[in-house]
């Protein structure tokens, strides 16, 4: 069984940046892909950004590309998002997730084996 732990979420103002870490427990991260997600007030859950298992392939949502990075250290068994000039529109709960045996990129929520408990990201305007 695998555990996520999420953590640097916090109240940040409009362009200002923040850096959230994900650490996995059991299993073999190296082999995990991963991926953030994000669900607003009222809104589904949506894709962020996601990453494969080696590191070597990442995809971004349109509303993640260019500000988002999304990084995965197998050694610390942790992936970041590194999120640089954040929006109001970018307030949600922030969820990372794991999908076992995979260098590829996995951009469905549906796909993933396991899921964190989500860190809240609010942009102040």
């Known amino acids: 069984q695998v555990q996520l732990v999420e953590s640097g979420g916090g109240l940040v103002q409009a362009g200002d940046s923040l850096s959230l870490s994900c650490t996995a427990s059991?299993?073999?991260?190296?082999?995990?892909?991963m991926g953030w997600f994000r669900r607003a007030p009222g809104k589904e859950r949506e894709f962020v950004a996601a990453?494969?298992?080696?590191?070597?392939?990442?995809y971004y949502a349109d509303s993640a590309e260019g500000r988002f990075t999304i990084s995965k250290d197998n050694a610390k068994s942790t992936v970041y998002l590194q999120m640089n000039n954040l929006k109001p529109e970018d307030t949600a709960v922030y969820y990372c997730?794991?999908?076992?045996?995979?260098?590829?990129?996995?951009?469905?929520?549906?796909?993933?084996?396991?899921w964190g408990q989500g860190t809240q990201v609010t942009v102040s305007s």
């Open positions: 997730a794991a999908q076992g045996a995979s260098d590829t990129v996995v951009v469905v929520d549906y796909e993933y084996d396991y």
């Open positions: 059991g299993g073999t991260f190296r082999n995990y892909a």
């Open positions: 990453i494969s298992g080696t590191g070597g392939a990442t």
